[in-house]
C-alpha cells in the first residue's frame, strides 16, 4: 500500500521560502514519476512541478525559476523547495505517486501572508 505524507508547510511573508517533504512508504520513489499539486480555495488542482525517473523536471509557468523539485533516495522522500514566494502561492500542496491510478497524500497547507 502506497503512503505518502506531506509535511513542511507553514505561514510565510511574501518573498520567504519553505521546504515541503513527502515521505513515501511502498513505493521506491526513484522508481516513478513524482509530483506536487497545488489547490487553492474555489480553484482546481493544479500541477506545480514534476520529476520523472531520469531526473528530468518539468515546472508550471507560475513557479519557473522560484520552486525546485528533487528527491532524495536514500531517505525516499520528495522535496519542493519554494522561495521568493507570493500571496498567489497560497494552496494546499499535494503530492503525487505516478503508480497505477495515482497516488495522493493528505496535502500541506501554505499560506504566503502580504
Known amino acids: 500500500q502506497v503512503q505518502l505524507v506531506e509535511s513542511g508547510g507553514g505561514l510565510v511573508q511574501t518573498g520567504g521560502s519553505l521546504r515541503l517533504s513527502c515521505a513515501a512508504s511502498?513505493?521506491?520513489?526513484?522508481?516513478?514519476?513524482m509530483a506536487w499539486y497545488r489547490q487553492a480555495p474555489g480553484k482546481q488542482r493544479e500541477l506545480v512541478a514534476r520529476i520523472f525517473n531520469v531526473e528530468s523536471t518539468n515546472y508550471a509557468d507560475s513557479v519557473k525559476g522560484r520552486f525546485t523539485i528533487s528527491r532524495d533516495g536514500a531517505k525516499n522522500t520528495v522535496f519542493l523547495q519554494m522561495n521568493s514566494l507570493k500571496p498567489e502561492d497560497t494552496a494546499v500542496y499535494y503530492c503525487?505517486?505516478?503508480?497505477?491510478?495515482?497516488?495522493w497524500g493528505q496535502g500541506t497547507q501554505v499560506t504566503v501572508s502580504s
Open positions: 503525487y505517486a505516478g503508480i497505477g491510478s495515482g497516488s
Open positions: 511502498g513505493i521506491i520513489v526513484g522508481r516513478y514519476i
